[in-house]
């Protein structure tokens, strides 16, 4: 990594996205001066909003050359929690959180106690809120500290008074997305409002896109610009001279052994303040809507009853069992026989080994159960169910 504490550069963010167009393969940020965001007044959202999240289809694999495993965007979350857990941070908010995938790699920070994802797509956010509900190993494995989540419909360019307090502020692939004076919106808003302790964010290096197939282009329809590895740099430098912070510079996504000096696919600045106890004194209100909460249970909550803790064990088996391939009939539904529910002890000891007493609970609780098996149906018909297959194997690739 390397660090700096601002430096005395101008860059004009449209000037640099003008000098990343798609037909040129020359790579020199171009440089001029860099209107005063204190200026700027709040937000326009002026960035078009398309029906779908313009994150949703985004993925390098998908583009053809290098590809990347894990998929370059579980990387980017283990990114974020590895910097989380190192910092001991308590209180996250994300920008530009479209899908909530990130939630998974957020709630395993042992630190953490409120997060807050942010996204002005409301019907993304709500098709997605489903994510921040606590699964059934929440409850059996449960946190050593309290921990709320909440999605926020509203602007990243007018922070809410909700936001107030919080330690870090991650942006993951999401300035690229901004016009011009929205990226400065957001700036302000995040380094002269919130003040957070920490800033990461991350966006994809310019320089890597030669090794794609194809004419050098933005990677996604939605992003308004892609910037090199010196015009970033420098356009965080210049955000550390004017709200006193420092930041150090990292990379995801490994090119190619013969291909090291285009850089990371993806290029990462973490911004640390240079004041401990300097915060924003700034009045807000509250302006976002509030889509979803959840509250995930911890240790100090009030055990649960027999009854409803072994229905989270039975839940937690079943899954397990069902991602066995082959208990999968020819529809797609999976049927789990009740006697291998058996080989998981606290089911056991509940029912006593007993068939007829396990299937009397099911039935009683809503399972279908057909010839001594439970059927669940086909997954991909519930795209709500718990699966790890959803993130990867979070504890896999972190």
Not at 43 to 54: I, R, T, V, Y
Not at 217 to 246: A, G, L, V
Not at 252 to 266: A, K, Q, V, W
Request: net charge negative.
């Amino acid at each position: 990594m390397s660090v700096a504490s601002g430096a005395d550069v101008q860059n004009d963010i449209g000037t640099m996205a003008d000098s990343t167009k798609t037909s040129t393969r020359s790579f020199e940020p171009s440089h001029s001066s860099w209107e005063d965001m204190d200026n700027v007044p709040g937000s326009k959202d002026s960035s078009p909003q398309p029906d779908l999240s313009p994150k949703k289809l985004e993925s390098e694999n998908n583009l053809g050359g290098p590809t990347f495993f894990p998929p370059l965007y579980q990387q980017r979350y283990c990114f974020i929690q590895q910097t989380l857990k190192e910092k001991k941070c308590k209180h996250v908010v994300d920008l530009g959180s479209a899908e909530c995938t990130i939630i998974r790699w957020m709630v395993d920070v042992p630190s953490l106690e409120k997060i807050q994802l942010v996204d002005l797509d409301r019907q993304t956010l709500e098709a997605n809120k489903w994510r921040i509900k606590p699964w059934t190993f929440d409850y059996l494995q449960k946190r050593e500290r309290p921990l709320e989540v909440e999605i926020l419909y509203g602007s990243a360019t007018r922070p809410d008074s909700r936001l107030r307090g919080c330690d870090v502020v991650t942006m993951v692939e999401f300035i690229e997305h901004l016009v011009d004076l929205d990226l400065k919106d957001v700036v302000f808003a995040v380094f002269a409002t919130l003040r957070p302790k920490i800033v990461v964010m991350t966006t994809p290096n310019y320089e890597f896109n030669q090794l794609f197939p194809g004419p050098i282009r933005f990677r996604h329809w939605d992003h308004k610009f892609e910037w090199t590895r010196p015009q970033f740099e420098s356009w965080c430098k210049e955000i550390c001279e004017r709200y006193e912070y420092q930041v150090e510079f990292a990379g995801i996504g490994s090119p190619p052994d013969t291909e090291m000096h285009c850089g990371y696919c993806s290029q990462v600045g973490v911004f640390t303040r240079n004041s401990i106890s300097d915060v924003s004194q700034k009045d807000l209100t509250s302006c976002y809507e509030r889509i979803a909460e959840s509250v995930f249970p911890h240790k100090d909550k009030v055990e649960l009853d027999p009854d409803t803790s072994f229905g989270y064990e039975l839940q937690y088996s079943i899954n397990i069992l069902s991602r066995d391939p082959a208990l999968m009939s020819d529809n797609g539904d999976i049927h789990i026989p009740l006697n291998n529910l058996f080989n998981f002890k606290k089911v056991a000891n509940y029912c006593q080994n007993n068939v007829q007493s396990l299937r009397m609970y099911l039935e009683k609780n809503g399972y279908s159960v057909q010839a001594d098996c439970v059927v669940i149906p086909d997954p991909e018909d519930n795209p709500q169910e718990e699966s790890l297959e959803d993130y990867g194997g979070i504890e896999d690739i972190c």
